[in-house]
Structures are given as C-alpha cells and as structure tokens.
C-alpha cells in the first residue's frame, strides 16, 4: 500500500509540475503540500497506528484481570492477583507466602500465561 502511494506521488509530482510550466516562478499549491501529506500518511501507518493497537491491547488486558491471574508490574515484581478492588483500581498482589502488595492497575504491564 506504501509503495503504491510512494509511485503514485511520484508519479503526480512530474505531471503536476509539467502543468505549472506557465508560472515556472512559483510551484503550484499541489506540488507544495503533497510531500506534507505523503509524510503525514506514512508516520500515520507507521507510528500512530501501531501504538493506538498496542495501547488497545493492554486496555483490554487490565480490563480482563482477575483473581488468580499471574501478573507482572512495572517496577518487574511477579505476583498472584488475591483481591481486586474497581472501585479505587487498587489490586492487590501476593508475591510471596506472607507478602502482599497493593498495586495500582494501570502499573500491571503484562500477564503471564506460562509459569516463570
């Protein structure tokens, strides 16, 4: 899909600039924000969608977290979901045999499907 965009601006850009031979002074409107938007689209498909997906992912993977569930949080502590709390979006983690931790949500980066 890139590359077609790429050749058809390509080829535009010639066409365009054929039919400005009239004021050779100035390039046409065309010719001046064409590149802007080519770059736009590209950092569009290449950055801002990407991330949208991603951050999609992790809402939707917050969202399904319940007791029981082996998470990770964002300071790498390793810990068993005991009790959820939505109201406060607090979770508490049980990291070792007497060691619980109350975590905020949105610090749980990852759930870990495979024993670690």
Known sequence: ???MLLAATAAAVPAVSAAAGAAADKPSMIATFLPLVV????FYFMFIMPQRKEAKKTKEMLSALKEGDKVITSGGIIGIITKITDKED???ITVGENTKINVLRPYITKKVE???
Not at 39 to 42: D, E, N, P
């Open 1 to 3: 899909m890139i590359a």
């Open 39 to 42: 770059i736009f689209v590209l």
């Open 90 to 92: 607090v979770i508490q």
């Open 114 to 116: 495979k024993p670690v």
